[in-house]
């Protein structure tokens, strides 16, 4: 069983920067993928980021490579979320997600979320 909580979101204006946390709860932290994914309003809930327990690769969405990067703390039990050059389209709630298969995360088909958290950019 893993548990998830994000923090972190906000209100910014573009070309800022956010740094999203979600700290993960159970001894099996450390074997599940993690990723990210947003939903803006009237949208479905698409991909952003996600990285693989195993050797840490990473892997983005088109939208957001080169501004966004993903990390995780094993020890601490928390995935990150850095988003720089942050654009209005953005906006969203932002999701973590996880899963023992990266690609399952990737077609949203992830054992467990988080509750969200709201990221806003102004222009």
């Known amino acids: 069983q893993v548990q998830l909580v994000e923090s972190g979101g906000g209100l910014v204006q573009a070309g800022d920067s956010l740094r999203l946390s979600c700290a993960a709860s159970g001894r099996t932290f450390s074997r599940y993928c993690m990723g990210w994914l947003r939903q803006a309003p009237g949208k479905e809930r698409e991909f952003v980021a996600g990285?693989?327990?195993?050797?840490?690769?990473?892997y983005y969405a088109d939208s957001v490579k080169g501004r966004f990067t993903i990390s995780r703390d094993n020890a601490k039990n928390t995935v990150y979320l850095q988003m720089n050059s942050l654009k209005p389209e953005d906006t969203a709630v932002y999701y973590c997600a996880a899963d023992r298969v990266l690609s399952k995360v990737v077609r949203g088909e992830y054992e467990y979320w988080g509750q969200g958290t709201q990221v806003t950019v102004s222009s």
């Open positions: 990285i693989r327990w195993s050797d840490g690769s990473t």
